[in-house]
């Protein structure tokens, strides 16, 4: 994961669990507001009924019966002269019940009974939890989809500036390296080197392009073993020089609609990832299966393997664990594959090394 990534989801994960505790505390005292308006509207129903009940039976105003209806009620019961003043709060409530007398009801103050034990109260807190969990995982995706356009956008508007300032200059040298003429073999193996990184410049250039605009495949039958060997011919003095040897073990043909400067690119990615993968030196091999209706081709090298996390996200845009990687190649092979109908597996080789399966639908020979 990138740093600026990292920052990101640590400022929207702080932001979002500020905005859950700020939601907790607020949904807390809209409940207790909601318990103290339930306890005095009973209350007062409470007390208009029993003074009702007084007036009705016209029973006498006596300390006698507030006692009887104190026990009874339990709450503090008083009769007292109409209008005599009262102190009034919400505990303390004053019902007229003649032109002589009022009757004035004073509870005791009544503890909140909110609960997590309480079934209404925990279901209020999970369902406000659950929902804040939707919203925020909802909004990061969003946020860390925009974050990434607006990188695809730069990046894309780099790659085309890069694009026009390079490929001309890039082909006046593959062109005047095609016409020399070598005078014996150390000339002969400049020139092929000289043309080889030309190669490794285009494909560079072209996969920034394809970064910048992804456009569809223009399929057409092809031979994928083919592909693949022609990928490596051009980088054998790459493979050599990292101390590589290639083992291609694809028997052709292998018929599939595809692309090929899309396929060549990316096994150009797979073959140039395996080589890195392997700073001292290995072996990269390659193999395939035919299964009904699909072709797998498998990318085998002896490196040390993807990590957990690379298994997991190793095909995202931006995640590398390089350094000084862009975390770019992986992302266009599974752009392509995908495109062709295809599929892109990262797997570990029990007995060491990393292996990359492509699959593509497969045509009759």
Known sequence: MSA????????????????VVAGSLLLLA????????????????????????????????????AGDLEQLLGMQIEFREAGKGVAKDDDTLVVRLDDKNDMVFTRSS???????RDPATRNAF????????????????????RAQSERLAMLGRVATSLAHDIKNPLASIQLHAQLMTPND?????????????????????????????PLPPKLVELDAAECVAAVARNLEAQAWHAGVEIENGLIGPLWVMGD????????????????????RGGKLQISAESHENTV??????????????ALARGTELFFTEKEGGMGVGLNIVAT??????????LQNDPKGGAVILVSLPSLAA
């Open 30 to 65: 809209w409940l207790r507001q909601r318990e103290r308006e339930e306890s005095n509207r009973l209350f007062h129903a409470l007390a208009q009924a029993d003074a009702e009940f007084v007036r009705r039976m016209n029973l006498p105003r006596s300390e006698k019966l």
């Open 110 to 116: 009544v503890p909140s009974q909110l609960s997590l």
């Open 296 to 309: 797998s081709l498998r990318f085998a090298d002896s490196g040390l393997g993807f990590s957990e996390p």
């Open 4 to 19: 600026s990534s990292t920052r990101l989801r640590l400022t929207f994960g702080l932001g979002f669990l500020a905005f």
């Open 260 to 279: 090929a400067q899309r396929l060549s690119q990316a096994f150009r990615n797979l073959l140039v990832n395996a080589f890195q993968a392997m700073p």
């Open 126 to 145: 999970i369902t406000f939890w659950l929902v804040s969990g939707v919203v925020g995982w909802l909004l990061a995706r969003e946020r860390l989809k």
């Open 185 to 213: 073999g150390e000339d002969a193996k400049a020139l092929k080197m000289i043309e080889s990184e030309a190669e490794v410049i285009a494909g560079l250039v072209n996969q920034w392009l394809h970064l910048a605009n």
């Open 336 to 345: 392509i594959v995908t495109a062709h109908g295809g599929r892109l597996e």
